[in-house]
């Protein structure tokens, strides 16, 4: 089986900072990428960062310099730390993970999601 279960959602003031996380268990805890997308109501989904073994990580363009992706092994848990919000940064936050090469959650994909999680800005 596969889980992935993200937290760490809210309401902030642009400018302002959060941290998401998720945890995973089952089978995805041996997958080769993992990573996040997010989805606006009426768009598609889009990458946000990802993830590759521990350190290999890349980010969208609007996402490089503010958010940084991390994962605990030891916690089962990946994060991804936002600073410096904006309003357009608000939609629904996934995490997601690719089982196998090629990882395509820059592209929004993923083999396997969670329920997501809210992220607003607003002043």
Not at 82 to 87: E, F, G, I, V
Request: overall charge positive; hydrophobic content about 35%; charged content about 15%.
């Amino acid at each position: 089986q596969v889980q992935l279960v993200e937290s760490g959602g809210g309401s902030v003031r642009p400018g302002g900072s959060l941290t998401l996380s998720c945890t995973f268990a089952g089978y995805v805890r041996n997958t080769y990428c993992m990573g996040w997308f997010r989805q606006l109501t009426v768009t598609n989904r889009i990458g946000v960062a990802r993830l590759i073994g521990a350190d290999d990580s890349n980010y969208a363009g609007f996402a490089k310099g503010r958010f940084t992706i991390s994962r605990d092994n030891a916690r089962n848990t990946l994060h991804l730390q936002m600073n410096d919000l904006k309003p357009e940064d608000t939609a629904m936050y996934y995490c997601a993970a690719n089982i196998r090469a090629p990882c395509n959650i820059l592209s929004g994909g993923g083999d396997y999601w969670g329920p997501g999680t809210q992220v607003t800005v607003s002043a």
